[in-house]
């Protein structure tokens, strides 16, 4: 069975693109476009990895990160976001995001530099 990534990305244009790019590189992936949805989504069945928008409506992926860093300590979080705000990336650091990379994205870089460093090959070795 192959690893489960979530994006949690209020652009849907950006979560069919990085969806697609993951299923056809292997992963098993699906998408929220907001945070209250992506918290349920990984309360149900927890990924082996979540890629986070910062810039979310309603409830930001600051506080989304922060919820996920409490429920799930050890699930790793990329942070994907069009700011350069440092003092939000130090935030989101303090609360457990691994990684973070600025859009527009380069899904070969987010592929081979980021999923796989973090979470390995698709598919477990057996």
């Known amino acids: 069975m192959p690893k489960r990534i979530l994006i949690i990305d209020d652009e849907p244009e950006i979560c069919n693109m990085v969806t697609e790019f993951l ?4 992963y098993a992936a699906s998408y929220a476009l907001n945070g209250p949805e992506g918290l349920s989504l990984i309360e149900k069945n ?3 990895l ?19 860093h409490e429920k799930h300590p050890s699930l790793p979080v990329i ?8 003092d939000t990336v130090k935030k989101l650091a303090e609360y457990g995001a691994c990684e973070y990379l600025t859009k527009p994205i380069n899904l070969e870089t987010l592929l081979n ?3 796989k460093d973090i979470i390995g090959p698709p598919h477990e070795k057996v």
């Not at 979540?50 to 996920?68: A, C």
């Open 113 to 115: 530099q980021f999923v």
């Open 46 to 48: 927890p990924p082996s």
């Open 23 to 26: 299923i056809d590189s292997g």
């Open 50 to 68: 979540v890629l986070l928008d910062v810039g979310l409506p309603g409830m930001g992926g600051v506080e989304v990160m922060r919820e996920i």
């Open 79 to 86: 942070i994907l976001t069009g700011y350069k705000d440092t």
